[in-house]
């Protein structure tokens, strides 16, 4: 599986912004997808996971509320809506795709898209 992310940019605090997250190759085969980021400083960090279907959710305490991960109609394509943005929410994102079975189940990542929020 192959990802690639858009979206990002800058914005101004209390501003929104969408990242995109494109699958491709092998994408019958992902279990669940997510959103990481790595902040100034910092390692990478979860953001929010969701599962192939969308049926389940869930995000990082620093982004409930203001985050929502959601999963394309065509189920190759993965979003964060990201509202309310704060300084804090700087970072580089990145889309990240757990897929396979048994042995082969494997994790890809996105070359990430940075984001920056500015006071």
Not at 15 to 38: D, P, Q
Not at 68 to 79: D, E, L, Q, R, V
Not at 89 to 115: E, K, L
Request: aromatic content about 8%; proline content about 2%.
């Amino acid at each position: 599986v192959q990802l690639v992310e858009s979206g990002g940019g800058m914005v101004e605090a209390g501003g929104s912004m969408r990242l995109s997250c494109a699958a491709s190759g092998s994408t019958s085969e992902i279990n669940a997808m997510a959103w990481y980021r790595r902040e100034p400083g910092n390692h990478r960090v979860l953001v929010a996971v969701i599962t192939s279907h969308g049926e389940s959710t869930d995000y990082a305490d620093s982004v409930k509320g203001r985050f929502t991960i959601s999963m394309g109609n065509a189920k190759n394509t993965m979003y964060l809506q990201m509202n309310s943005l704060k300084p804090e929410d700087t970072a580089v994102y990145y889309c990240n795709a757990d897929f396979g079975r048994g042995s082969s189940r494997t994790i890809s990542w996105g070359q990430g898209t940075r984001v920056t929020v500015s006071s």
